[in-house]
């Protein structure tokens, strides 16, 4: 498992891949990140400890994802990464959460105060029908708006059935008013029921993909894995 990079494009950044409790939903038809995950904090934070001493402070910026919501991780985890941001001089920390932690945000504002706190949401889509109906994203709300609040970025997933050229750029452009950043994930096979729809994929890659691979506010992922991180 390889648990740290290096991102050298893009709002360069360090981003590790860190292990925590697991994610509490587990409804996401799409995902099955699940095995990256423990109940025994103490081994939790022993593994984590061990990514972060790779940590060297370039660019002054990292990324730090597990499989699940930063609100996943063990205490002593968090307090470390306080340590390590400080030690090295990194002033911008990126996290992802659920949107069922939204109502905790603030605090882990106030908690990391005199850091950049940048919180990156597991949207997918703005299609209700699409997000609520098939992928079960668990995110009862329409209004993009109300959605962002507490977010500074988002994902996205492309590459599914019922997606389209429309559809698509409809997210991309929403995503780029309402959010900061945004990344783009296309649909890879894995063990759920969601399969990689070809057709989507090649219409994103033919119309859409020109148009957004040198925009300095998109990431873009045709493999999970793109990030360096995972396995």
Same mark, same amino acid.
């Given at each position: ?7 050298? /494009?893009?709002?360069?950044? #360090?981003? =590790?891949?860190? $292990? ?16 990256? +995950?423990?109940?025994?904090?103490? #081994? ?5 400890? @061990?990514?972060? /001493? ?8 990292? &990324? =730090?994802?597990?499989?699940? @919501? ?5 205490? &002593?985890?968090?307090?470390? *990464?306080?340590?390590?941001?400080? @030690? ?5 920390? %990126?996290? #992802?959460? %659920? ?8 605090? !882990? ?22 997000? &609520?109906?098939? !992928?079960?994203?668990?995110?009862? /709300? ?17 590459? *599914?059935?019922?997606? @389209?050229?429309? +559809? ?32 989507? *994929? ?5 119309? !859409? ?7 300095? $506010? ?14």
């Amino acid at each position: 498992m390889d648990r740290y990079n290096i991102i050298q /494009e893009k709002n360069k950044r #360090e981003i =590790i891949l860190l $292990r925590g409790s697991g994610c509490v939903y587990k409804k996401c038809t799409f995902c099955d990140y699940y095995s990256d +995950s423990s109940q025994n904090k103490q #081994e939790n934070y022993l593994l984590n400890k @061990s990514v972060l /001493e790779k940590v060297k402070g370039l660019y002054g910026r990292i &990324e =730090i994802i597990n499989s699940g @919501s930063v609100f996943e991780l063990d205490n &002593e985890t968090i307090n470390l *990464i306080q340590q390590t941001c400080r @030690s090295k001089n990194i002033s911008t920390i %990126h996290f #992802e959460s %659920h949107y069922l932690y939204k109502d905790k945000i603030p605090k !882990l504002r106030q908690k990391f105060s005199g850091f950049n706190l940048k919180m990156k949401l597991g949207l997918e889509t703005f299609d209700y029908a699409l997000r &609520e109906n098939i !992928l079960k994203k668990g995110i009862n /709300e329409t209004d993009p708006a109300v959605i962002c609040a507490q977010f500074d970025e988002a994902n996205f997933l492309f590459g *599914i059935k019922g997606q @389209s050229l429309e +559809s698509m750029q409809k997210d991309i452009e929403l995503g780029l008013k309402y959010f900061e950043r945004i990344c783009i994930n296309i649909m890879c096979s894995n063990t759920t029921g969601i399969i990689p729809d070809r057709r989507v *994929i090649k219409i994103f890659t033919d119309k !859409l993909y020109p148009l957004y691979k040198r925009n300095d $506010r998109v990431d873009i992922l045709i493999n999970n894995t793109d990030f360096g991180v995972g396995n």
